[in-house]
């Protein structure tokens, strides 16, 4: 009974916003392919861990699928050339981080040609899984196959798969449970089975009720032919609840301890568009080389869901978009507005964990002033991590890094609710980062 | 083509602090327009009167220690308004005026300006003009006719003396100050910053809930207590107060039933007839030891170190 009255209620985590959502830009429109660039950048750094070495050297031909760069390393995933053509060069090249990256240019031949290495797999699932170079769609890129090995004193019970997309603007996630809902099952399979695991719960928003009803009649229709206990959690919409502590919380009720994973309360959390990606690899044999990427703004001519190829340029999808031709570009975002990275400059290419590209005017992402703080308590209010915002960036400012630890920056996870409610516009998240990378800086310095 | 980088979020809230102190200015004017129905003219000129000194005395303090000048933010503009609701309406203007000199300057800029005073400069400055000239202070009015007259409070807990009804204390027709005696207009305020959630509900139900509990267990009427004197006003605009009350939900809370059980305890054993004043003083006293000890539970469960 008690059961009962909780499902009646959308599932949700405590504090959170709700900014204007603007999704209605591109939620209508089907992923359409972008056009094939004239050249690509990869880098050899896409995901979270070490950078992989490249394979290739400049000159050399290779093929769309052929893995360029590979990584010995436990925490990596290799990278594979997303077109045909020349190594133009392997160099440092700006990335959408603001950092240069280690990169493998290549310049198309126009043909297309598949490497000839590609072949289904049937076998081990979780190498095939790490040869594909799979990472976490939905922006961390954490390489998958680590994702789907738990040390073997934790007990997974539940794959919890997050169709959230609680980022304002960005709706590739749900394009991707319309378009490819039974790839997208598949690969819930295929996880489920790599992770021994029976119960699958998939988290959506409440906004995004087509998608729901689409991935409830294809489990339906699918139901017979598995044991697996695959759920439909509807989640009120209210930002961050795809961050996956908060997406584990609302749906399972448990939380991940200070400064531990979700293996250590027996959950693993998968991206719909994650799983997507596994069961076309596992399909077709063919490594990660494309994603989609939604690419809006209320200025740009037309926004558009693109399936892009890695290594494609900001420019030329904005330029595939019409251009903002209501306003003039004042920034440009890899990822949505709230946690995504303004970059320095559109000459820097898609990766792996690119959501989204969103194309912001003046009016749009206003610059403020930072004033004195009014003890208003609205960044306590919203802070999903139950944090003071306003005393630890009191701390931050002052750089006193021993106090940011009293106060838990550690388990800050960067949402920007805080910064996004404040009423004096004071940089919280910018302070967090700063205290972050200082106690970083000393803890390598202990070592 | 240039770029402008920074960190997240990209976006805000288009609520800013300036948006947030204008609405409150705002919403005063309920309470002024009820002090102004009640005791005429003189009220009007009162709170224009100190809401100018308010902000003149700022936009001068910031002037001599050269710092940018703030008071289009409307936080001045606040704390004179507040000012005038708490004062007698027929105060000498001279008297009013050292008053929103005091808030101003000695409580608020002195300390730092906005977000750092430790006290409600409005009810800080009461209180010192309160102790300087008592008599002029507690000098009331009867609304309409300016009768000199007792207030509710006094009449009750000093004398011993009839009460006037629900209905009168309800909207305001009663001796007191500027802009307290009405509680319709108070509420009406209230509720707009309720639903703008500009102020939250842990103070105001724990001062109300408390002061009326107390009162009842003490046997005294419960309604009559949180329908006279400066209760509602206080619970409403000045315990609400960010920068003097704590910070977290809990801490809102546990201030407002501090605030609550002083308020009993000087209106039952003390000298004064009233204690919204000094109760909230001394709890905006203990505003960072509240923030200290009542802090939101993190997730992940771990007990803060």
Request: charge should be positive.
């Amino acid at each position: 009974m008690i059961k009962c009255a909780i499902m009646f209620f959308s599932k949700t985590f405590r504090g959170g916003i709700h900014p204007a959502y603007l999704k209605e830009l591109t939620s209508g429109k089907p992923s359409s392919p972008a056009k094939d660039p004239a050249q690509v950048i990869i880098p050899l750094l896409q995901h979270t861990g070490v950078p992989c070495q490249p394979l290739v050297k400049a000159g050399e031909q290779v093929k769309a699928g052929q893995k360029i760069g590979d990584s010995d390393k436990l925490i990596s995933a290799p990278v594979h050339a997303s077109l045909s053509g020349t190594v133009k060069a392997i160099e440092p090249r700006l990335c959408f981080t603001g950092d240069m990256v280690n990169s493998v240019v290549i310049e198309s031949d126009g043909k297309n040609e598949i490497y000839e290495g590609i072949k289904p797999e049937t076998g081990n699932l979780l190498a095939a899984i790490r040869e594909a170079g799979i990472v976490g769609l939905g922006g961390a890129a954490f390489p998958t196959q680590v994702k789907l090995s738990p040390p073997k004193d934790k007990k997974i019970d539940t794959l919890i798969i997050n169709g959230a997309e609680c980022e304002p603007y960005l709706t590739c996630d749900h394009r991707i449970m319309l378009e490819e809902t039974d790839l997208v099952l598949e690969g819930i399979k295929a996880a489920a089975k790599v992770l021994n695991v029976n119960q699958i719960l998939i988290g959506i928003e409440e906004n995004k009720e087509d998608a729901i009803h689409k991935v409830k009649s294809q489990i339906t229709s699918t139901k017979s032919q598995t044991n697996l206990n695959i759920q439909i959690i509807k989640l009120k919409t209210k930002y961050p609840q795809g961050g996956e502590k908060q997406l584990i919380k609302a749906i399972t009720g448990r939380e991940v301890p200070s400064g531990g994973l979700p293996f250590d309360i027996g959950v693993v959390v998968l991206n719909v568009g994650t799983c997507a990606q596994i069961a076309k690899t596992l399909k077709t044999g063919m490594p990660l080389i494309d994603r989609v990427v939604t690419v809006t703004g209320r200025s740009l001519k037309e926004p558009k869901n693109l399936r892009v190829k890695i290594g494609t340029l900001f420019k030329d999808l904005i330029e595939q978009c019409g251009g903002a031709t209501k306003g003039e570009i004042k920034k440009v975002i890899a990822g949505g507005p709230m946690m995504g990275v303004a970059v320095s400059s559109l000459e820097v290419p898609v990766v792996k964990g690119t959501s989204g590209i969103l194309v912001l005017t003046d009016k749009e992402a206003v610059s403020y002033e930072e004033n004195d703080c009014i003890r208003c308590g609205r960044c306590i209010k919203v802070c999903p991590a139950g944090l003071l915002p306003n005393f630890l960036a009191d701390a931050a400012k002052l750089k006193d890094w021993d106090k940011t630890v009293e106060y838990h920056v550690a388990d800050c996870i960067e949402c920007g609710c805080c910064g996004y409610v404040c009423p004096s516009r004071i940089f919280l998240v910018q302070y967090f980062k700063a205290a972050k990378w200082e106690l970083k800086k000393r803890k390598a310095v202990n070592r | 083509m240039n770029l402008e980088i920074s960190v997240s979020p990209h976006v805000r809230s288009p609520y800013g602090t300036k948006n947030i102190m204008w609405m409150v200015a705002l919403v005063l004017l309920f309470p002024s327009a009820a002090g102004v129905y009640f005791f005429g003219i003189k009220a009007l000129i009162l709170i224009v009167f100190t809401s100018l000194i308010a902000v003149i005395t700022e936009a001068v303090c910031q002037w001599l220690t050269k710092r940018p000048i703030t008071i289009n933010d409307g936080s001045a503009v606040v704390t004179g308004m507040l000012l005038a609701l708490v004062l007698p309406p027929t105060l000498p203007l001279w008297m009013a005026a050292i008053g929103a000199v005091t808030a101003i300057g000695l409580v608020k800029i002195l300390f730092g300006g906005l977000g750092f005073n430790i006290f409600n400069p409005a009810l800080a400055a009461r209180a010192l003009l309160l102790a300087s000239w008592p008599v002029a202070m507690t000098t009331w009015v009867r609304p309409f006719d300016a009768i000199t007259t007792a207030t509710p409070l006094f009449l009750v807990n000093k004398m011993h003396e009839a009460a006037p009804g629900y209905w009168a204390l309800f909207i305001g027709n009663r001796a007191g100050s500027l802009g307290e005696t009405s509680v319709l207009a108070i509420l009406i305020g209230a509720l707009i910053l309720f639903i703008v959630r500009i102020i939250d509900w842990p103070a105001p139900t724990a001062y109300i809930g408390s002061v009326a509990l107390l009162s009842f267990l003490l046997g005294h009427d419960p309604l009559f207590a949180i329908l006279s004197g400066g209760l509602m006003i206080g619970a409403f605009f000045m315990a609400t107060d960010y920068v003097t009350a704590p910070v977290t939900t809990k801490g809102r809370f546990i201030f407002g039933l501090g605030c609550g059980i002083m308020t009993v305890l000087i209106r039952y054993y003390g000298g004064f007839p009233e204690g919204v004043n000094y109760s909230i003083l001394f709890m905006n006293i203990l505003t960072p030891m509240i923030d200290k000890y009542a802090q939101p539970r993190l997730y992940g469960g771990r007990k803060r170190g």
